[in-house]
């Protein structure tokens, strides 16, 4: 309990440069910092750069998407795991760039705002429910109620929302150790230890993701920075 509470308390300090074909004002505007939540999509920033960066932005309808060196950014890639993807030598605070103009549809899938990210975190939750029980109707039973308080609990950080909705409808291992760990002792199986009450097994499913590489390094320090997402398999598994 106390290992996820630190990582969904978890924060990146974002340093976020406007492009410089999108400045149209001098001076340009100085990068707007940020803490992002590591469990928080980049897109969910956008009612805090937006304004910022709104007095410099040339005419026309507003996309926003981000890029690390060049990279584009996947959106629907939690920021803590892109973090740690693509920074070998962790940057504080880690610099990427903000677009609101040229969306690259060649490489990224269009977000048209909070609820495309909304669906994909559910899709996922899904496909991590598929993994562990061969079904997903935890999740397809889900009312639409629950979905939301599932939701803002990662908008919000609140973990304690988050494995009340999570327990409810079995989502993982952990929720049946908090289960356990909230209810009364009265409640609990007389016939059951405390040990037994807290610590139960179970399956969680994990989405690995393998970065290709082409030479032989001495040091992983000499490895290139990755510029391609075709350089990065990804599979989920138990």
């Not at 040339?58 to 890029?67: A, E, K, L, M, R």
């Not at 919000?156 to 327990?167: F, I, M, P, T």
């Not at 290139?224 to 598994?237: G, I, M, Q, Y």
């Amino acid at each position: 309990m106390e290992a996820q509470k630190f990582v969904w308390e978890g924060a990146i300090p974002l340093q976020i440069h406007l492009h410089e074909s999108q400045v149209t004002a001098l001076p340009p505007p100085p990068p707007a910092l940020i803490l992002a939540p590591r469990i928080g999509y980049l897109p969910l920033l956008a009612p805090l750069i937006k304004p910022y960066f709104s007095s410099t932005l040339p005419p026309g309808v507003d996309t926003i998407w981000f890029d690390y060196n060049g990279l584009p950014l996947k959106w629907y890639i939690p920021t803590g795991v892109l973090f740690d993807l693509l920074c070998p030598e962790p940057e504080r605070p880690w610099n990427i760039t903000v677009h609101f103009r040229g969306f690259p549809g060649n490489v990224l899938i269009p977000c048209e705002g909070e609820d495309c990210v909304k669906w994909s975190f559910i899709n996922s939750l899904k496909e991590a429910a598929y993994i562990m029980n061969g079904n997903c109707k935890n999740v397809m039973n889900m009312s639409q109620s629950d979905q939301l308080e599932l939701w803002n609990s990662i908008m919000n950080g609140n973990l304690e929302a988050y494995q009340r909705v999570s327990s409810k409808h079995k989502l993982s291992t952990v929720d049946d150790e908090y289960t356990s760990l909230c209810l009364p002792k009265a409640q609990q199986s007389l016939g059951e230890t405390n040990l037994t009450a807290q610590v139960k097994t179970g399956k969680v499913p994990v989405r690995l993701y393998v970065l290709s590489i082409r030479e032989d390094f001495d040091d992983l320090d000499e490895m290139p920075l990755v510029d391609s997402w075709r350089d990065l398999l990804h599979k989920s598994t138990i």
